[in-house]
């Protein structure tokens, strides 16, 4: 059995491959897809991987960073869609045969710093 | 020594109890904290205990998840910030001394659902 980092990566490799049926096989048939910042749900292997199929854009990913820990991983991704860059975290839950079970997505948008820091702070 | 799970969340205990000695103690001297939505950097543990005792709102923080391997971490936090609510992302590094030398925090806002996969999703 895969451990948690070695699965969230593999998840991420199949997803960039465009590799269906190895990123179906990671999942649990009763897997859970969340967007908390749209308050979106997909239920089951089958609707997200169609969601997944379908996305209109073109998407490359490049994993940043993953951690991994018993039934739990955490990855920190950065998108292109279409020329455009984002980042986002995902938070992976496992069962016990160690396939994905709940996914919990975030897609942050950059915003102008708050006035007030300017003497704590550098941009980048 | 604590591991970057424990780490994690001692970080967040100490954050929400105020406890700024507590919090400043689990901080390398030349701890790195970047905020990639604004593209600001704070550099160095002095700094980055005045930017959180300085922070200018009434914030409360409940960690939803943690995710700890070896030298890195991740947390998912829930945050009232005065009345509106708020979820954090934090990755962390550690250094060969278990204190935490890097973290990146990502602050995602509430969007509305492109339109197109309704046949897929519910809202909750």
Do not use: C
């Not at 308050?39 to 089958?46: A, K, P, S």
């Not at 960073?65 to 950065?78: E, L």
Request: glycine share 4%.
């Amino acid at each position: 059995m895969m451990t948690a980092n070695e699965t969230a990566l593999a998840y991420w490799t199949a997803a960039e491959a465009r590799d269906w049926a190895g990123f179906a096989a990671l999942l649990a048939e009763n897997v859970v897809y969340e967007l908390p910042q749209t308050r979106e749900r997909i239920r089951g292997r089958d609707a997200y991987l169609r969601f997944n199929i379908e996305y209109p854009a073109d998407w490359h990913a490049k994993v940043e960073r993953v951690v991994g820990d018993g039934r739990h991983a955490a990855t920190w991704t950065r998108f292109t869609v279409d020329a455009a860059e984002q980042d986002a975290l995902s938070f992976f839950e496992f069962d016990a045969d160690g396939l994905i079970s709940r996914i919990t997505d975030f897609w942050p948008e950059p915003y102008e710093p708050p006035a007030g820091r300017e003497h704590l702070v550098e941009r980048y």
